[in-house]
């Protein structure tokens, strides 16, 4: 419940901006190791490595959602999707992303803009940029020109930069839907 709660839609803000932000562990994949295969923004990517998570641990799609619920003041991926719950383990996150886009739409909010950075040493960012970006896209229901994805590297300087680690920012801008639909 947020302090905007009791107002009609028409009276909230115009526009609001939400963070997300994530970070997991990439350990070898198992059986010699804890990772998981590597998920990033719902694609299946070869690496040697993958997150260590209880989902599936789409860093990418995690910080998404958390971007999303942060915008309207409500409960964060923790809180909504546990990791002590069994049944989201080794979950798909579009699951995650799939229900903050639906509690944004019934908060009368829609998605304005969407940047994400990714901090990765490997694999690269720049050859799956634009599937990324049209992945996105798909889940959120937006133009994929609303979509923005970089990244970066850590330059060998702690867990990331050694590839251990996978660290995502995202900031979305949303905007209030009018009555009937009308933005």
């Keep these: 419940m947020t302090k905007n709660d009791h107002l009609a839609p028409s009276e909230r803000p115009q526009f609001r901006i939400g963070h997300g932000y994530d970070l997991h562990r990439l ?14 923004g719902g694609l299946a990517l070869e690496h040697d490595r993958g997150p260590v998570g209880h989902s599936d641990g789409d860093a990418l799609l995690h910080a998404v959602t958390d971007a999303l619920l942060a915008s309207v003041c409500l409960p964060d991926i ?37 940047d994400c950075t990714i901090i990765l040493e490997r694999p690269k960012v720049k050859p799956i940029k634009a599937a990324l ?9 937006v133009p994929v020109d609303r979509v923005n994805v970089k990244g970066k590297t850590h330059e060998r300087v702690d867990a990331v930069g050694e590839g251990r680690a996978i660290e995502v920012h995202v900031v979305v801008l949303v905007r209030r839907i009018d009555a009937g639909g009308v933005r």
Aim: charged residues 30%.
């Design 133 to 141: 970006r049209e992945n996105l896209a798909r889940l959120l229901g």
């Design 27 to 40: 350990e070898p994949l198992a059986p010699e190791g804890d990772g998981r295969p590597f998920v990033l």
């Design 78 to 114: 923790g809180e909504l999707f546990p990791d002590t719950d069994p049944v989201h383990e080794g979950a798909a996150s579009d699951r995650f992303l799939l229900e903050a886009v639906k509690r944004l739409a019934s908060a009368a909010y829609t998605i304005e803009n969407l």
